[in-house]
């Protein structure tokens, strides 16, 4: 399980950059797809949408849809068949 500092989430907040922090979420969830923790990926992609939604950031939203979908599809077992590696080569190019 991937664990955020504190601090360094406090100091997204405080800018009041939704964006900023829905962005770290996606990464966060993408980092833990990646490596096959669909509860700690599924809890940040969860955190992540409504901070893109308040920034008016569609194509992030999509992103977030998308990577969703990908877990929900795996049936949470991210570890068949490769494809988590599969999903984050999707994801990145």
């Given amino acids: 399980m991937l664990r955020?500092?504190?601090?360094?989430?406090?100091i997204i907040e405080d800018l009041d950059a939704p964006f900023d922090l829905g962005w770290s979420r996606f990464m966060?969830?993408?980092?833990?797809?990646?490596?096959g923790d669909s509860v700690t990926a599924r809890a940040a992609f969860d955190a992540a949408l409504p901070?893109?939604?308040?920034?008016g950031d569609v194509s992030a939203f999509v992103l977030v849809v998308y990577?969703?979908?990908g877990i929900l599809g795996s049936g949470g077992r991210?570890?068949?068949s490769g494809l988590a590696?599969?999903?984050?080569r999707i994801l990145v190019e």
């Fill in 85 to 88: 590696a599969r999903r984050s």
């Fill in 4 to 10: 955020v500092s504190g601090a360094a989430e406090s």
């Fill in 28 to 35: 966060i969830g993408h980092a833990s797809y990646i490596s």
């Fill in 51 to 55: 901070l893109f939604i308040d920034a």
């Fill in 78 to 80: 991210l570890d068949d």
């Fill in 67 to 69: 990577a969703k979908a």
